[in-house]
């Protein structure tokens, strides 16, 4: 019996102390029914994202014009005036006289009949010593340094061909000045013997005959024939001129010479590949201008587009330098707009500035584009504008809520100008209408009557979970902690 009286003495504190632990936590119970959130004043910045990728200001496709394989490449004086620590002057000058384009055509070939005397050959290769740097990725070019040499002895056996035709045409240019003089020497002696002739005729009644007229008449012709020889003769001078001049240049062209000054981001051929120019130049370098300045191709969706000018300020990241954000401004907005998964999107070019070299050709970007700031305005958590209560927990009969505006995106005003937040009032909620104003997508600017700052409105509530079918809770149960329920 004493033990009887002891198991029910512990039994019955058991029941005492859970139902007591009960409802201590159930008298809790309403004080966290509702998760809130306090309106804060605060600085908003609405803001436009979007994704690009780094683009160098001005690239340029350097090819080749002429045919051939690629025997060398030109060395990298930067890397080689490194490599032995001299200086590297700040601006180095043109090698071509400053025309920063292709290398000059040579002048017109001599007018004797010396032959031209073959360009040398670059110190490259046999010439060249082989510890010394070729251009390669990332190496620093200036207008007229040599990038790359294509063997040049086809196009060298062209200029001695062009120059033979050329000695030749002159050879006979002067042939054709000496049967010039001959045929003006002849005309002139069968025109002196028709006037010798005209002149006996008159004073002596006997007619005399020096000259038949066959004869002036062809000395007459020769003459012409002669001077149009050598008309002729002139004429395929220059034009082996021409030619040689041609070939002269196709030899030139052997050597790739870089048009501007900048940096080459990609090399595309390789010593022994051979290129073929026919009706497309082949590529063999890609140089950038000036990698100081850069651009940032953005792809915008047209939803967005119109609240995008230029001039308008941007700031972007890349994964390279999470840490670090960087500022530009939209500088174009490019019309050819492109469909992507049935979104069509506009390209925005975003220029900035790179004068320590840290941002690099071809970076992902992620970008916000600055649509308008607000300081020291009410601001309110998107959560708070989508949640919605059920009918009961209401204080008052509302009036129809106003259309509220979803969570704005990533940028711009919200959907509506008007919305509806609730604050908590014991066990229930009220309503509270707002004005809306931008939003950065995490919190939108607010205003209204009944707000300000510290203002508690909801943002979801927390709900305990029932275990009987009927929504009875068990009091000797162990009490359930409320779990917290999304926000509709």
Known sequence: MRTLAIFVLVIGGLVGGGALYYRSHAADQPANLYRVAEIQRGDLRATITATGTIEPEEVVDVGAQVMGRIRDFGVDEEAAKRKVGIAVPADKPNENGGNGGNRPIKAAAPKTSASVSPPSKAPVGVGASESQPRIDYGSVVHVGTKLAYIDETRYRAQVEQAQAQLDRAMADLEHLEAMVIQASAALRRAEQLRQFEQ??????PTPLVAISESDYDLAVANDKVAKSNLSVGKAAVEQARAALKQAQTDLDYTEIVSPVEGVIIDRRVNIGQTVVAALNAPSLFLIAKDLSRLQVWASVNEADIGKIHPGMKVRFTVDAFPAETFEGRVKQIRLNAQMTQNVVVYTVVVETANPNGRLLPYL???LEFEIEEHRGVLLVPNAALRWAPQSQ?????????????E???TGGAAGQDR???WTPEGNSVRPIDVELGPSDGLATMISGPEVNAGLKVVVGENTVQQTADDGTKNPF???RFPRARQSR
């Open 199 to 204: 002149t006996r005729s008159a004073a002596s």
């Open 364 to 366: 992902t970007a992620n």
């Open 393 to 405: 927990q209401t204080v008052v009969a509302a009036s129809p809520a106003p259309a509220r505006a």
């Open 407 to 409: 969570a704005a995106g």
């Open 419 to 421: 919305g509806r937040v």
């Open 477 to 479: 149960g162990p009490p």
